[in-house]
């Protein structure tokens, strides 16, 4: 079964810096992939996309993609209070549907 | 917005009874999923559905039953609730209509299992 592993934090980090979240997946097929963020209570919300091997930014933040390391991640540039959430890395291709990781918690010190 | 609107939002229950949630889409879209989420297990697939009457299992499909009768209504089914199904469970749909990872969610069903 494919697994997504994701450090479980909290990473913690002042405001105005940069957040970096880590995920890796097991399956080499594995041809999709996204970051989710979730608010304490709420639902989780797609916040980035990635297809293919290199970066992808979208405002303050910037996903990357290594499909040969198997290694997929999230920075967070200028980071603000209300980043604060959890973020959940999620992956899909082969004969899996889309497999979260357990997802890292994330807070931005004022 | 998408809309998807999950029933009831808060639910106790007892061992043994059974316990539909509900999940409403206004998009007309084709692909709805049911996920829970617990503490140390991150979000799981329980069951899908492609289209009326067509659904599937998924990573924890054990003990959960659906239906789909009409494209905007995606039914989730414990026969017999136990305590293992305390959880958050999550409906989505995928941005696009199709079977993607792009999905979302609506806003959850609180389900306690005493």
């Known amino acids: 079964q494919k697994e997504v592993e994701q450090n479980s934090g909290p990473l913690s980090v002042p405001e105005g810096a940069i957040a970096s979240l880590n995920c890796t997946y097991s399956?080499?097929?594995?041809?999709?992939f996204f970051w989710y963020r979730q608010y304490s209570g709420k639902s989780p919300e797609l916040i980035m996309s990635?297809?293919?091997?290199g970066d992808k930014e979208d405002g303050r933040f910037t996903a990357q993609l290594n499909k040969a390391s198997q290694y997929v991640s999230l920075l967070i540039r200028d980071s603000q209070p209300s980043d604060s959430a959890t973020y959940l890395c999620a992956v899909e291709g082969g004969s899996e549907k889309l497999v979260f990781g357990k997802g890292t918690k994330l807070t931005v010190n004022p | 917005d998408a809309g998807i609107t999950q029933s009831p939002r808060h639910k106790v229950t007892e061992t043994g009874t059974p316990v539909t949630l509900r999940c409403h889409q206004t998009e007309n879209h084709r692909y709805m999923y049911w996920y829970r989420q617990d503490p140390g297990h991150g979000l799981r697939l329980i069951h899908y559905?492609?289209?009326?009457?067509?659904?599937d299992k998924g990573e924890v499909s054990d003990g959960y039953s659906v239906s789909r009768s009409k494209t905007e209504d995606f039914l989730l089914t414990l026969e017999s609730a136990t305590s293992s199904q305390t959880s958050v469970y999550f409906c989505?749909?995928?941005?696009?209509?199709?079977?993607?990872?792009?999905?979302?969610f609506g806003e959850g069903s609180r389900l306690t299992v005493l």
């Open positions: 989505a749909i995928s941005f696009s209509g199709g079977d993607t990872g792009e999905l979302f």
């Open positions: 399956d080499r097929v594995s041809q999709s």
């Open positions: 559905s492609y289209g009326v009457k067509d659904t």
């Open positions: 990635i297809y293919s091997n």
